[in-house]
């Protein structure tokens, strides 16, 4: 059950976040799209709620020790959750009040400094995050970078694939959400790579772990996320001055969904003991039954495996390479949504079944 709020935590960033920017930008940069103002204001609201479950889950588990009270009061005004959870009460206060009483769509000010706060608030969230308890200020800054830069990205995508409007004029739109997104996946990459560094350095060695197994289908997944923001980055508008735009919104369907999935496996990630030293973590953590499935070999918490390139590696890989391109193929050539969101969730299987194959 806190896997599915944490899904919905990062959903509602999202849909915060990307909903800010776009009332931030003059209506002749951006499709016919609806931004509505009870919707931000219900995900204002939740964001605590959705935060104050997790915080509730560490005081029920140590108030069978010093008692509810006592241990409410102490998670709250002495560990970073609690404080983070307290800023973040404060922040969404504020926020929501803005959004209330002000005309976001009219007021180009006032939407602006929502979308600061909205950033503020998120980085509320990352103060309490597992790499920033590691890393104060290298952890906490990668954490941020990352959840700002996916939330920005994918919140937009979120409202432009579900509620704009087929006959919008998107060459506009596209003129900026291009550099945009490409730069939030830059950012996304190297926040990832440096959390990576701070939270799992072992990465083959993870996989041993759920962490792992989740962290690297996680990854995986962005592959079909990346192929279809190449085509909208660098083809769509070819394909829009070439057919038209009644396609561009059912495009974006797509990647919207393949996001979700992505959305969902960070949602499990972050409930798993993150394997900072995996043997250690194997002292008190179950290997992952996905990866014991693939692993035929013996498991010993002090020694590692590796990654070999085999015939079985080589084979799946090449089969993931041709997935990649008929989903390529599928989604320049405007198949139906489903089609193309299976050929990529397929694409990311097939590379993920060439790493379990190279394990030794």
């Not at 609806?34 to 915080?55: R, T």
């Not at 730069?183 to 926040?191: Q, S």
């Not at 772990?209 to 289908?217: E, F, R, T």
Request: aromatic letters at 14%; proline letters at 4%.
């Amino acid at each position: 059950m806190i896997i599915f709020f944490k899904g919905i935590l990062y959903v509602a960033f999202s849909l915060l976040i990307g909903g800010m920017l776009l009332e931030s930008i003059p209506k002749k940069h951006k499709p016919k799209v609806a931004v509505s103002k009870e919707l931000l204001l219900w995900v204002i609201a939740s964001i605590p709620i959705l935060m104050f479950i997790q915080l509730l889950q560490i005081i029920q588990y140590l108030s069978e020790s010093i008692g509810y009270l006592e241990t409410f009061t102490s998670v709250l005004f002495t560990f970073s959750i609690g404080k983070a959870w307290l800023a973040s009460l404060l922040i969404a206060g504020v926020l929501f009040l803005l959004v209330y009483k002000n005309n976001l769509k009219d007021m180009t000010f006032y939407a602006r400094l929502g979308l600061f706060l909205s950033i503020v608030l998120a980085s509320s969230y990352s103060f309490a995050s597992h790499a920033a308890s590691l890393y104060p200020v290298i952890g906490f800054i990668a954490h941020f970078l990352h959840v700002a830069a996916i939330a920005g990205w994918i919140g937009v995508l979120l409202y432009v694939a579900w509620s704009s409007e087929r006959d919008s004029d998107w060459a506009p739109f596209l003129n900026w959400f291009t550099p945009f997104s490409i730069g939030a996946v830059l950012i996304l990459t190297g926040g990832g790579l440096l959390m990576n560094e701070i939270v799992a350095p072992q990465y083959v060695d993870s996989w041993i772990l759920p962490y792992g197994q989740a962290l690297v289908i996680k990854h995986l997944l962005l592959i079909p996320v990346l192929i279809y923001a190449c085509v909208h980055g660098f083809y769509l508008k070819k394909m829009i001055r070439r057919k038209g735009s009644q396609h561009v919104k059912r495009s974006l369907q797509g990647e919207a969904i393949l996001v979700i999935f992505v959305f969902s496996v960070t949602a499990y990630l972050s409930q798993q003991v993150p394997p900072h030293e995996v043997w250690r973590t194997m002292l008190q953590e179950q290997p992952s039954p996905l990866f014991l499935y693939f692993f035929d070999g013996t498991i010993d918490p002090k020694s590692v495996i590796s990654f070999s390139m085999t015939n079985g590696v080589l084979l799946w890989a090449l089969g993931g390479i041709v997935m990649l391109l008929v989903t390529l193929f599928s989604i320049i050539r405007q198949f139906p949504v489903i089609v193309s969101v299976v050929l990529g969730l397929g694409t990311s299987g097939l590379f993920y079944l060439a790493l379990m194959s190279g394990v030794v």
